[in-house]
Nanobody
Framework: QVRLVESGGGSVQTGGSLRLSCSAS????????MGWARQAPGKGREGIAT???????TYKDFVKGRFTISLDNAKNTVYLQMDNLKPEDTAMYFC??????????????WGQGTLVTVSS
C-alpha cells in the first residue's frame, strides 16, 4: 500500500514563492514516476509536472519557467518549487505516484492535497 504525504502549502502574495514536498511511504518498490496536479475552485483537476526515476521532467505550459519539479530517489520524495506565483495558481495541489509507467499516465496513488492561496 502506498501513502503520499504532502506539505508546504500556504498563502502568499502575487510574485511570491512556495515549495511543496511529497513523500511516498511504501513497502513495495519505488515509483517510476511522481508528479503534481492541482484543482482550482470550481474547476477540474489538471496535471502540472512530472518527473521519472531517471530525472526526466515534463511541465504544462502554464507553469514552465515558474515551477521546478525535483526528486530525491533515496527518500522517495518529490518537490515542487513554485516561483512568481499568480492568483490563478490558487488551488489544492496533489501529489501523484505511478508504479507501472514512467510518464504518470496511470496514477496509482494520490496524496490528500495541500492548499495554495495566492492573493493579489
Amino acid at each position: 500500500q502506498v501513502r503520499l504525504v504532502e506539505s508546504g502549502g500556504g498563502s502568499v502574495q502575487t510574485g511570491g514563492s512556495l515549495r511543496l514536498s511529497c513523500s511516498a511511504s511504501t513497502n513495495t518498490s519505488s515509483p517510476h514516476c511522481m508528479g503534481w496536479a492541482r484543482q482550482a475552485p470550481g474547476k477540474g483537476r489538471e496535471g502540472i509536472a512530472t518527473i521519472d526515476s531517471d530525472g526526466a521532467t515534463t511541465y504544462k505550459d502554464f507553469v514552465k519557467g515558474r515551477f521546478t519539479i525535483s526528486l530525491d530517489n533515496a527518500k522517495n520524495t518529490v518537490y515542487l518549487q513554485m516561483d512568481n506565483l499568480k492568483p490563478e495558481d490558487t488551488a489544492m495541489y496533489f501529489c501523484v505516484a505511478a508504479y507501472s509507467d514512467y510518464n504518470c499516465d496511470t496514477v496509482d496513488a494520490w496524496g490528500q492535497g495541500t492548499l495554495v492561496t495566492v492573493s493579489s
